[in-house]
């Protein structure tokens, strides 16, 4: 008997897990989090009620609808789809806080410097000015040393979160920015749970349409062909044994 076929899930998004683990570890970012959603929540429900009014959308979504594709999803989808490619600020609020990190880094490495500097010359020690003159004052000493190596530490921290923070841009901007067609791929394609995945060319076809009526309307400099579906399909969706 062969074995059973398996088909790849739609690329991973933000859980309730996850939320749920940002608000154990910082409850300010996410605090910040909660008061930005019901906006980004708005944003996309007005998308949808824009997107669903479209009559070339209308024509698709009756004809996706006999496949027993539920429209709705397929709005949430288009209407994801034109809010990342509108107005997502993801990416510069990630290259925003890699830029600062780098230029905090920088600040502090020379920072590091001067103080070493400073405190390898004995003309900044008063007993030693008072001795100088003639007089006698208490010392206090005090070892930089430590205190360098810590900012130098600090330093390497910085650095490497800024690092982070760019592998974190290349690695997720892919994933992001394809998840709400592979999504509505995996809706259309997929429409019952039991179903094996089937991308038929006068589906990819009407699937084509629909984007580019979608990027037409919002001035979405994107394309999509039966070809470039058919492949996103391939590559995230076909079932492999």
């Not at 949808?48 to 004809?63: A, F, G, P, Q």
């Not at 990342?84 to 510069?92: G, I």
């Not at 925003?96 to 004995?122: F, H, P």
């Not at 892919?174 to 749970?193: M, N, Y």
Request: hydrophobic share 35%; proline share 7%; with cysteine.
């Amino acid at each position: 008997m062969p074995a059973p076929m398996r088909t790849k899930q739609p690329p991973p998004i933000p859980t309730r897990d996850a939320l749920k683990q940002l608000a154990a570890e910082s409850r300010s970012f996410a605090e910040q989090n909660a008061k930005a959603a019901p906006a980004v929540r708005k944003l996309r429900e007005r998308y949808e009620r824009e997107i669903s009014s479209l009559r070339e959308v209308k024509t698709h979504l009756d004809k996706l609808k006999d496949r027993g594709v539920k429209p709705e999803r397929v709005l949430k989808c288009l209407a994801a789809f034109v809010q990342l490619e509108r107005d997502a600020t993801w990416q510069n609020t990630v290259d925003a806080n890699k830029a600062n990190l780098r230029d905090l880094a920088e600040r502090l490495r020379s920072i590091a410097g001067e103080v070493e500097r400073t405190y390898d010359t004995d003309a900044i020690r008063p007993d030693l000015f008072a001795l100088s003159l003639g007089f006698r004052v208490p010392a206090a000493p005090y070892d930089h040393r430590k205190a360098v190596e810590g900012m130098r530490e600090t330093v390497a921290d910085l650095k490497t979160k800024a690092r982070g923070f760019g592998r974190f841009r290349k690695d997720i901007t892919p994933v992001v920015k394809r998840w709400p067609i592979v999504t509505l791929l995996w809706h259309v394609c997929k429409p019952e749970p039991d179903n094996i995945p089937e991308f038929p060319l006068e589906l990819r076809q009407r699937l084509a349409e629909l984007l580019h009526a979608v990027c037409e309307r919002y001035a979405i400099k994107n394309s999509f062909t039966a070809g470039s579906l058919d492949k996103q399909f391939r590559r995230h969706l076909q079932p492999s044994k």
